[in-house]
């Protein structure tokens, strides 16, 4: 099997599919997998874009761009829509994967069993402590960051995890660029400097709790019995609450990295130590 690193297939930017569909098709993906794990051989527009959580006039419009129109009457076939979907995204291939720092998220997710169902395998774990260097973790024995472009260049690896503090985030986000890592999921709490050509997301679970804060907050505000508006005599304008704002990955040449500030997932990210233990993020697929 071709790795991700040597052979890459037409891609969605190729193919002219915007990067809001393309943040949407994992969720059609996990949809069709519950449904093809239940041997459901169709659904129609309206079920699948329930189970994924949009509505069914964009679910049509998203699978307009991979030329999947399905059948009136019927719907769409669950098997034939999996293999698309997932040959868009590039799971019919292998991804090697190495994951840098193993801290407490380092390891969850170097044992996350899912990577492999995924078209996902971690290549290897690597960490600056030499008291972790050989130490197995999910059956996969750390190495030392010593041999970081070595472990890059022999697995043709194209794609980073980055799990280690903020201070140390750039220094290996530099070496893995100059390595020939092109993707990196970021995972440290800090602002990454990336070249043209290299794409970084992030994850960050102290932002989404944030979120969730303010939800819960607005919800108990409004749950308050006998809570009335209070009139003010002398009426005055008054700012609108601060939208929470996701700060753009910044480029070398001083532009941004994040094309599309919509995705929902950003670029900054989460230190795993500050997380629970064991934890995976909200990002990883269900």
């Not at 607005?218 to 308050?224: I, N, T, V, W």
Request: aromatic residues 4%; charged residues 25%.
């Amino acid at each position: 099997m071709a790795t991700g690193r040597h052979h890459r297939p037409a891609t969605s930017r190729s193919r002219g599919i915007p990067e809001a569909t393309v943040a949407r098709l994992p969720l059609y993906l996990r949809a069709l997998m519950a449904l093809s794990e239940r041997s459901v051989p169709t659904v129609s527009s309206e079920e699948l874009a329930s189970a994924a959580g949009v509505n069914s006039a964009k679910l049509r419009k998203d699978f307009s761009y991979l030329g999947s129109y399905g059948t009136r009457g019927v719907g769409y076939d669950v098997e034939y829509l999996v293999y698309q979907i997932s040959r868009e995204l590039g799971l019919t291939q292998d991804w090697p994967v190495v994951i840098v720092g193993i801290g407490n998220l380092g390891a969850a997710l170097a044992n996350y069993g899912g990577f492999a169902s995924r078209g996902f395998r971690v290549a290897a774990l690597i960490d600056a402590d030499p008291a972790l260097t050989g130490k197995p973790v999910a059956g996969i024995p750390v190495q030392h960051t010593d041999e970081l472009e070595t472990i890059i260049s022999e697995n043709g690896v194209s794609i980073g995890v980055i799990a280690t503090p903020a201070g140390a985030a750039q220094q290996v986000c530099d070496r893995l660029v100059a390595a020939g890592i092109t993707s990196i999921l970021n995972f440290a709490p800090t602002v990454l400097s990336v070249p043209e050509g290299v794409d970084v997301r992030k994850v960050d679970l102290s932002i989404e709790l944030q979120i969730l804060a303010f939800h819960e907050q607005r919800k108990a505000g409004e749950e308050l019995p006998g809570a009335e508006e209070e009139v003010d005599p002398a009426p005055h304008p008054v700012s609108p609450p601060a939208a929470t704002v996701t700060k753009r990955e910044t480029k070398r040449d001083g532009r941004d990295s994040n094309r599309d500030s919509g995705r929902g997932t950003g670029r900054d990210a989460k230190r795993p130590d500050s997380g629970p233990d064991g934890d995976l993020p909200a990002v990883m697929p269900a």
